[in-house]
């Protein structure tokens, strides 16, 4: 997995010096960097607005049990952020494509099939027993414990 992830970041870097060097010597220098530079802004705002509505459907989706695809969608945007803010066009591209909630839909369901096919059921959003058992949201009595506060992870 790590050998896997460290050559996508070592073909991405060099797909991207050779889409910046193309287009530095079709654009000039200047001009390129103003690209860049304008990509990064207007992404970093498309970002923020896509980010809020993720997390609002996210608050909304809490109560119905929804929250995990939920979650894989906020991900996804978070995705889409950091590409536009890196530096190239290539993954300025991937990431106004990851943008659009039609493109991001699918692979969003995609990914979380992926996700949720590897854990099965032994852990699910809500507090279930380490072992998938108990109901999503339920708690197991049998614990003497008091429940973790709010904002803490149960783990």
């Known amino acids: 997995m790590c050998g896997a992830l460290a050559l996508a970041f070592i073909l991405t870097t060099a797909a991207e010096v050779y889409v910046l060097v193309k287009v530095g010597a079709l654009l000039g220098a200047m001009p390129t960097l103003a690209v860049i530079i304008a990509t990064g802004m207007v992404g970093a705002w498309l970002a923020k607005r896509a980010g809020t509505r993720a997390l609002l459907r996210l608050r909304e989706s809490l109560g119905t ?27 300025d591209v991937c990431g106004l494509l990851l943008l659009v909630t039609p493109v991001r839909g699918p692979i969003a369901g995609w990914l979380y099939g992926k996700l949720a096919g590897r854990m099965g059921n032994v852990v699910t959003f809500g507090m279930a027993d380490v072992s998938g058992t108990s109901e999503p949201g339920t708690r197991n009595e049998s614990s003497d414990e008091d429940p973790p506060p709010p904002g803490v992870i149960d783990v």
Do not use: C, E, I, Y
């Open 65 to 91: 049990g929804g929250t995990s695809l939920a979650l894989v969608d906020g991900a996804l945007v978070l995705a889409a952020g950091v590409a536009l803010l890196s530096p190239g066009f290539l993954t």
